[in-house]
């Protein structure tokens, strides 16, 4: 019965991201309000766009913070494949800064596709600033003075990354992302958002 349970929501979930990739908003916003009282921390996030641009419910703020309060109170549920679908969703839709924020939470609950996204999103970012550099910094080395050669040396070092400090980062990232501390990052967040009352917005 259980699993019978979560296949419905599974389902639920991803029509509601299809009819919102395909601007069926008002079917998107009806479904993840429903699946949001049903304690599905994805779903209540997905309803602060729908308040912050007005899609498919007139356009509130206030409502949109209660939700992300509500969201972050959810999180005990929280489903990593949730998170990477709808974050997979509002990349093909072109909202990469929301995208970013669903996959980055679907990694630190470990699904395993998400860093790969998220990945794919900074080298795309970091294509586009290293393929200016590289063009200007050949401009300069045509005129072939000793300030462009010495140029040319600082470019191939930026170019190389530190493997040894990008290792670092890594474990530390695993550290902070424990199990243990997302849950006490968790505790914090919701008394937070008890103590500022969002809550207290939202619709019996």
């Given at each position: 019965m259980l699993s019978l349970t979560v296949q419905a929501g599974d389902d639920r979930f991803e029509y509601a991201l299809h009819s919102y990739e395909n601007e069926r908003y008002s079917v998107a916003f009806s479904m993840f309000l429903d699946l949001s009282k049903e304690g599905?921390?994805?779903?209540?996030?997905?309803?602060?766009?729908?308040?912050?641009?007005g899609l498919g419910v007139?356009?509130?703020?206030?409502?949109?913070?209660?939700?992300?309060?509500l969201a972050v109170t959810?999180?005990?549920n929280y489903s990593p494949e949730f998170g990477y679908q709808a974050g997979l969703m509002l990349l093909?839709?072109?909202?990469?800064?929301?995208?970013?924020?669903?996959l980055k939470t679907a990694a630190k609950y470990k699904h395993p596709l998400a860093p790969l996204e998220i990945a794919k999103l900074k080298l795309a970012g970091l294509k586009e600033g290293v393929l200016e550099a590289t063009m200007w910094a050949m401009i300069a080395l045509s005129y072939e003075?000793?300030?462009?050669?010495?140029?040319?040396?600082?470019?191939q070092s930026l170019l190389q990354i530190g493997r040894s400090d990008a290792?670092?980062?890594k474990e530390a990232w695993f550290r902070d992302n424990s199990a243990e501390n997302l849950s006490k990052e968790m505790k914090k967040m919701s008394k937070?958002?008890?103590l500022m009352g969002?809550?207290?917005?939202?619709p019996e």
């Amino acid at each position: 019965m259980l699993s019978l349970t979560v296949q419905a929501g599974d389902d639920r979930f991803e029509y509601a991201l299809h009819s919102y990739e395909n601007e069926r908003y008002s079917v998107a916003f009806s479904m993840f309000l429903d699946l949001s009282k049903e304690g599905v921390p994805s779903a209540s996030a997905m309803l602060v766009p729908h308040y912050n641009k007005g899609l498919g419910v007139e356009i509130n703020p206030t409502m949109a913070m209660a939700y992300l309060g509500l969201a972050v109170t959810q999180m005990n549920n929280y489903s990593p494949e949730f998170g990477y679908q709808a974050g997979l969703m509002l990349l093909r839709i072109g909202d990469k800064s929301l995208a970013l924020e669903q996959l980055k939470t679907a990694a630190k609950y470990k699904h395993p596709l998400a860093p790969l996204e998220i990945a794919k999103l900074k080298l795309a970012g970091l294509k586009e600033g290293v393929l200016e550099a590289t063009m200007w910094a050949m401009i300069a080395l045509s005129y072939e003075t000793d300030d462009a050669k010495k140029l040319e040396s600082e470019v191939q070092s930026l170019l190389q990354i530190g493997r040894s400090d990008a290792q670092g980062l890594k474990e530390a990232w695993f550290r902070d992302n424990s199990a243990e501390n997302l849950s006490k990052e968790m505790k914090k967040m919701s008394k937070r958002v008890k103590l500022m009352g969002l809550l207290k917005n939202l619709p019996e």
